[in-house]
């Protein structure tokens, strides 16, 4: 199983065997909010796979990878952990760079960051920096990973409807209901969107969410799993802990994964 380069917030680092055990056959395997790709990293590659997401940083931070690997691991040795250069990158104007320095700006502020939130700087005094600018030598092998998938940079409802067929499978890891912290907006229009987008669909989903009555209610007809995540990074301390999260399913889940 490979690790993804950066973290993200609402990863699915602690869910992803579990998600991967419940994937039924497929041709086609795709990730309409990627984020950063946990599951997509930890299954073994489909014959066609697509992977998408509306941060068009993070989409082209794996393009690049894809294609300028070597020379993101050359510059990116050169970076030091710093609260001015921390600031130097969040404020600085993104179409003054190359994709590739776009690329590094973005490893640099999510990495160095508090809660990989890209927002303030993250520091302490019982830890080190965060390693990912002085480690990236696996970028290498996830360029490999990404050989033959397409990376697309649209919202989920035209990713889904394009690509799906009965031999389809999507795995949806949206926005939680109710919560925020991205560059986008994820309310319940959004939600409904998608809930309406999958109902449609003529190939297989699999998708994770918050336990929510609401969400019980949107998806009640399909297969829905309980389980429970720890978060250790959460704004409010008292946040910090164990969570319900439901995941939802269009076929019979395996038994052996519930
Ligand atoms: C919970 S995260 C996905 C985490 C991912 N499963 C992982 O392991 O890293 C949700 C992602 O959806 C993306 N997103 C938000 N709104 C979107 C939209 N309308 N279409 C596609 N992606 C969207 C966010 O940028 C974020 O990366």
Redesign the pocket.
Known sequence: MLK?PIP??????RL?KRIVSMLPEHICYT??????????FGKEPSKVEVI????GE?VNLFKMIKFHSEEIQRLIQYEICSRDLFDFYKEIDTNRLTEIQRAIRFIYLVSQSFASKGVSFGYGTTKNPSPHIFNSSSLNCLKERLRNTYIEN??????INRYDRPHTVH?C????FETDG?????GEH?HLLLRDTLASVKGKFIL?INDHPTVREWYKGYYLTETQVHYSVAKAKNARGLYKELIITNYVPPSAAI
């Not at 993200?8 to 680092?13: D, L």
């Not at 998408?52 to 941060?55: E, F, K, L, P, Y």
């Not at 991205?182 to 994820?186: A, E, G, K, N, P």
């Open positions: 993804p993200r917030m609402g990863g699915k680092s992803r990730e309409p909010f990627f984020g950063v790709g946990w599951v997509y998408n997401d509306i941060d993070l649209k919202s989920f409802e035209d990713i795995f890891d949206p926005p939680y991205y560059s986008t907006t994820f959004e994770t």
